[in-house]
């Protein structure tokens, strides 16, 4: 079946830790999205791409890095720069300008 | 910049009342409008969507109407059911340099049996 998958499902980071959040799509879609989504604030863009090789940021890019070599995938690190981290992060894809699709999300918790 | 701002939740309502959630929008260009719901325990999906003025969306007995004049997208239903509690997000999709969508921060829905 074609989905997105996001890995792992929960996360903890150790103060100064890097973390890597994966996103793996097989819809063949050229978009991919990485939001972060807090109670009472809805999803915030963190970064977006349209193609391999290429991204840009959205309204909430500092302390994070994407990289996209592969059409397929999509991951997101947290760096130790990101000094508030605890969210739920949601990965998506899409046919540009047409719905998204939404993977089932990584908790991210700092210990 | 480009936003959406929904009301403010939660909206409680009882079985077989109207629902009116507003949404309005901040946009350099022509977006696309769409609402996605996310229902208890699982991801975001599709409801409705619009991609040009005047244009109407609907879906299982939910309708929106892109008005361009008062840049709005306010979603309605004529009679809800409990199945319909859920979180309502309203979201445009714009193309700046790559077509990004923004969210709205979420309307969430309780109907009463």
């Known amino acids: 079946d074609g989905g997105i998958t996001q890995s792992p499902k929960y996360l903890f980071r150790k103060e100064g830790q890097n973390v890597t959040l994966s996103c793996e799509q097989n819809?063949?879609?050229?978009?991919m999205y990485w939001y972060r989504q807090d109670p009472g604030q809805g999803l915030r863009l963190i970064y977006y791409?349209?193609?391999?090789?290429?991204?840009q940021k959205g309204d909430i890019a500092e302390g994070y890095s994407v990289s996209r070599e592969k059409k397929e995938s999509f991951p997101l690190t947290v760096t130790s720069a990101q000094k508030n981290p605890t969210a739920f992060y949601l990965c998506?894809?899409?046919?540009?300008?047409?719905?998204?699709?939404f993977g089932s999300g990584t908790q991210l918790s700092v210990l | 910049g480009d936003s959406v701002t929904q009301m403010e939740g939660p909206v409680t309502l009882s079985e077989e009342a109207f629902l009116t959630i507003n949404c309005t929008y901040t946009a350099t260009g022509y977006p696309s409008l769409f609402w996605y719901v996310q229902y208890p325990g699982e991801g975001l999906q599709l409801l409705l969507k619009a991609t040009k003025a005047d244009d109407k969306g609907s879906n299982k007995g939910f309708e929106a109407t892109y008005r361009k004049e008062t840049t709005s997208f306010h979603l309605e239903k004529g009679s809800v059911q409990v199945s319909d509690s859920a979180v309502y997000f309203c979201?445009?999709?714009?193309?700046?340099?790559?077509?990004?969508?923004?969210f709205g921060a979420g309307t969430r829905l309780f109907v009463k049996a």
């Open positions: 819809l063949n879609h050229d978009a």
């Open positions: 979201a445009l999709s714009l193309y700046t340099g790559g077509f990004k969508t923004i």
């Open positions: 998506a894809s899409s046919i540009p300008n047409e719905k998204l699709f």
């Open positions: 791409s349209q193609i391999v090789n290429d991204f």
